[in-house]
Nanobody, 121 residues
Framework: QVQLVESGGGLVQPGGSLRLSCAAS????????MGWYRQAPGKQRELVAT???????KYADSVKGRFTISRDNAKNTVYLQMNSLKPEDTAVYYC???????????????WGKGTLVTVSS
């Protein structure tokens, strides 16, 4: 078993902040990549921020300078600090990880169930 559990979503006013957390657990040999996607109503799911191999990061242009991704490798956990939130940030935020399971020869993508972030006055 491998599970991703997100937390930290909620309702916040424009200009406010939230911090999302995602913890991976189960039969994990290696986390190859881990990060956040989001899907707003009527839109495709898009990358928000992610760690890739080597500890490098990628951010969507729309969140650069406002969001920061961080991680605790010992806990297989990633965080997303979201500052200066805008109404257009409203979406369901999904944790994603590419994980090699114990005893496996290859990695697979895993997804959390999502946590809703609503930015509204």
């Amino acid at each position: 078993q491998v599970q991703l559990v997100e937390s930290g979503g909620g309702l916040v006013q424009p200009g406010g902040s939230l911090r999302l957390s995602c913890a991976a657990s189960g039969n994990i040999f290696n986390v190859n990549a881990m990060g956040w996607y989001r899907q707003a109503p009527g839109k495709q799911r898009e990358l928000v921020a992610t760690f890739i191999r080597g500890g490098n990061t990628k951010y969507a242009d729309s969140v650069k300078g406002r969001f920061t991704i961080s991680r605790d490798n010992a806990k297989n956990t990633v965080y997303l600090q979201m500052n200066s939130l805008k109404p257009e940030d409203t979406a369901v935020y999904y944790c994603n990880a590419h994980i090699t399971r114990i005893g496996a020869y290859y990695g697979m993508d895993f997804w959390g169930k999502g946590t809703l972030v609503t930015v509204s006055s």
